[in-house]
T-cell receptor, first 113, second 109 residues
Framework: DGGITQSPKYLFRKEGQNVTLSCEQN?????MYWYRQDPGQGLRLIYYSQIVNDFQKGDIAEGYSVSREKKESFPLTVTSAQKNPTAFYLC????????????FGPGTRLTVT | AQRVTQPEKLLSVFKGAPVELKCNYSYSGSPELFWYVQYSRQRLQLLLR?????SIKGFTADLNKGETSFHLKKPFAQEEDSAMYYCALMVDSNYQLIWGAGTKLIIKP
């Protein structure tokens, strides 16, 4: 099954721990994105990457970090500095900058207690 | 500031009735707008984009710059149209998408 994979589907962590969410794509897309989705709100952009070894902060980057060492992979680390980390996280990719069609993964639901 | 507003959190209509999901945007540049859909237990996916001016699954959406709207319409709703619908605006400063909060559409039999 091609496309974007995110793992795990559900993730539980204790407060104060960093946690890394995986996102892999085999679509040969240049651009990748991380969004956060909270109930009653639209998707909010955390980080995005237009090319390998480069990434930019989105609207709500505080408390998160990313890397883009490979074209296929764009992991997101939720650090202990993120004040309200419990949320649904979506990864997406697109062919490149300016392509409005984004392809989404199934998401990871993170619960921090 | 750029913003996308979907005023209805929930819209419920009977099968065969017309459907209109509202989307309004606030943007000073040249807007490029999209509708995305998420069916139950499926991923979020693109439904249509205004520049293509096409009808997908019977849905159409017209960009009205005067009213800053991009409403999604279908003349006769089907049960399989039940889903979560999101309107999104691409800003040309960084090509990122600004998302509305979404409307849950329920088609009653």
């Amino acid at each position: 099954d091609g496309g974007i994979t995110q793992s795990p589907k559900y993730l539980f962590r204790k407060e104060g721990q960093n946690v890394t969410l995986s996102c892999e794509q085999n679509l040969n897309h240049d651009a990748m994105y991380w969004y956060r989705q909270d109930p009653g709100q639209g998707l909010r952009l955390i980080y995005y990457s237009q090319i390998v070894n480069d990434f930019q902060k989105g609207d709500i980057a505080e408390g998160y970090s990313v890397s883009r060492e490979k074209k296929e992979s764009f992991p997101l680390t939720v650090t202990s500095a993120q004040k309200n980390p419990t949320a649904f996280y979506l990864c997406a990719s697109s062919m490149g900058q300016g392509w409005g069609e984004q392809y989404f993964g199934p998401g990871t639901r993170l619960t921090v207690t | 500031a750029q913003r996308v507003t979907q005023p209805e959190k929930l819209l419920s209509v009977f099968k065969g009735a017309p459907v209109e999901l509202k989307c309004n945007y606030s943007y000073s540049g040249s807007p490029e707008l999209f509708w995305y859909v998420q069916y139950s237990r499926q991923r979020l996916q693109l439904l249509l984009r205004h520049i293509s001016r096409e009808s997908i699954k019977g849905f159409t959406a017209d960009l009205n710059k005067g009213e800053t709207s991009f409403h999604l319409k279908k003349p006769f709703a089907q049960e399989e149209d039940s889903a979560m619908y999101y309107c999104a605006l691409m800003v040309d400063s960084n090509y990122q998408l600004i998302w509305g909060a979404g409307t849950k559409l329920i088609i009653k039999p």
